[in-house]
């Protein structure tokens, strides 16, 4: 079990949630408006109003990009009532996952953050990565991005006692993925396929209800590591490797100390020691309910999670409007 920290329990596991409700609750206002920037830039700025009410020396490691491409919560920044002097943390956040599933009232639009102690959470560039997840309780290293997607399905289905055919796999649904949808379909295998919001398709694997077996393809780099602190709270297995088009995203490699660039990254690479993840729904989705309004209330569905106790605690909130 992995251990406890002190700095982590100074800044309350509750408090995460209050961060992501009053993202999502400003973004929910925004929900099928058709306008992606303004909703997320809503999400953003409740989120940041919220971080710098809380008593910490906060750094994002993991944000909205780089400090010429978001005003707010941009990597890098500073964050929090006590910098300098409060306990130094490391925040990895997406204010709204899945701008556009909130632009067109889709399903599974969250607001997302991961806290854990300074360097525990890797310092990635934004840009793409490879990724591949799979639940708890199989053997280690079942999974592996060296492998084909053949031979990962093989290999976990063998681990289940099924045949490939009986793999459901989650797939962004993204014109780069069409070979590797068809390599899944060729093995039979059912595949849930996803406009956006990729953490919530990976969390989705751990939960026997979503009837999702794996988690295969690329998406964002930010979400991976997101993703991967939810994992470090509830069990399973991540495997990320970023993704380098140009020379330009090479340079913001070496930026953020990124030496090797062709790394596969485990999930204690991603996310070390003990960290929270927390989340709040905007619309309704396989992981939780979105806001609601009704009668002068609002109502919010999030989850939290700790990877020392591997406590998984729902929280329903009322909020007066």
Not at 23 to 35: F, N, P
Not at 94 to 112: F, K, M, Q, R, Y
Request: glycine share 12%; hydrophobic share 45%; aromatic share 4%.
């Amino acid at each position: 079990m992995t251990a406890a920290s002190q700095v982590l329990d100074r800044v309350l596991v509750l408090e995460m949630v209050r961060v992501t409700e009053a993202a999502a609750i400003a973004a929910s206002t925004l929900v099928g408006r058709g306008d992606e920037k303004a909703a997320d830039a809503a999400a953003v700025e409740a989120m940041r109003e919220a971080l710098n009410s809380l008593y910490m020396d906060g750094t994002v490691v993991i944000g909205e990009g780089e400090r010429d491409e978001a005003p707010m919560l941009f990597i890098g920044e500073k964050v929090g009532s006590a910098i300098g002097k409060g306990p130094k943390i490391d925040i990895a956040l997406d204010p709204l996952e899945g701008t556009t599933i909130c632009a067109t009232a889709g399903p599974n639009s969250l607001a997302v953050l991961a806290i854990a102690e300074e360097g525990g959470l890797l310092n990635a560039p934004d840009v793409y990565m490879h990724k591949i997840a799979i639940g708890p309780g199989y053997p280690e290293g079942l999974i592996d991005l060296d492998r084909t997607p053949t031979e990962n399905v093989v290999a976990l289905a063998a681990a289940k006692g099924v045949a490939p055919g009986d793999i459901i796999a989650c797939v962004l649904d993204r014109p780069r993925h069409a070979d590797l949808i068809a390599e899944l379909r060729g093995l039979g295998c059912g595949i849930m396929l996803i406009g956006d919001g990729d953490v919530a398709g990976v969390i989705a694997t751990t939960d026997p209800e979503t009837t999702i077996d794996i988690y295969i393809g690329s998406g964002g780099a930010p979400e991976g590591v997101l993703a991967a602190a939810a994992l470090r709270c509830v069990g399973g297995q991540f495997k990320g490797r970023l993704i380098f088009r140009n020379d330009d995203e090479r340079a913001r490699a070496a930026k953020w100390g990124v030496t090797d660039l062709d790394k596969q990254y485990d999930l204690t690479e991603l996310a070390r020691g003990d960290c929270i993840f927390a989340a709040t729904g905007v619309t309704d989705g396989s992981l939780l309910a979105g806001v609601k309004r009704k009668g002068g209330k609002m109502t919010t569905e999030s989850v939290v999670m700790r990877a020392s106790s591997g406590t998984v605690r729902w929280v329903k909130g009322e909020h007066r409007i």
